[in-house]
């Protein structure tokens, strides 16, 4: 496991990313703004706020997080990438079970150390237009922590976020390395790699 994961701002990274990171919907025809995009994220990261500071159990707040990844996370395209060369000879209904084991597994992984983030939030900031895509930054204060800027990536195509950036430090990238250790482990096999996600 990545470093990022065993660092309070790691898992922050993670919880708001992996909120981190669908192709060819519908709602992805009309052109998509600057304006559009922050307030995709800025709604984003008031579910996140209220997830944390909900009060609710570990298990509630797993399944309210992984809700909040599927509304605004393009998560069909996240899991291809974080699959890597492999998701090109994999089948639709075997990628469709690999989505749904990450978003479980990602909500799990950074969910169960919310307690942690009782009192904390995320503001957004502004928003960018690079090329195809938008960075909505903003900044992360926890408490006992200095306050720490980070970003989401929005893509122009999808309307939803493909990554989120810390220091320097893209979760997508991140993920990508651990999910191929872990695929490696499988031998290489996305049913086996799958069920070990579940």
Do not use: W
Request: aromatic share 8%; with cysteine; net charge positive.
């Amino acid at each position: 496991m990545n470093n990022l994961v065993s660092t309070r701002r790691g898992f922050l990274t993670g919880a708001t990313a992996s909120l981190a990171l669908i192709a060819g919907l519908p709602h992805a025809a009309f052109a998509f703004s600057s304006a559009q995009a922050e307030t995709l994220i800025t709604k984003t990261v008031s579910d996140i706020n209220s997830i944390i500071n909900s009060g609710k159990s570990e298990s509630a707040m797993y399944r309210d997080f992984e809700k909040v990844l599927v509304t605004y996370a393009d998560m069909p395209n996240i899991a291809r990438s974080v699959l890597g060369p492999i998701a090109r000879s994999t089948s639709a209904a075997q990628l469709n079970a690999f989505t749904s084991a990450f978003q479980g597994y990602i909500s799990r992984k950074y969910g169960s150390r919310f307690r942690e983030f009782i009192g904390g939030r995320i503001e957004v900031k502004k928003t960018q237009k690079i090329n195809s895509i938008y960075d909505v930054s903003c900044t992360a204060i926890l408490r006992g922590e200095a306050p720490f800027a980070i970003s989401f990536i929005v893509a122009d195509k999808t309307g939803k976020f493909i990554d989120l950036n810390i220091e320097g430090i893209s979760l997508l990238k991140s993920e990508r390395a651990e999910i191929g250790a872990l695929l490696d482990k499988a031998g290489g096999n996305v049913d086996t790699l799958t069920a070990g996600l579940k």
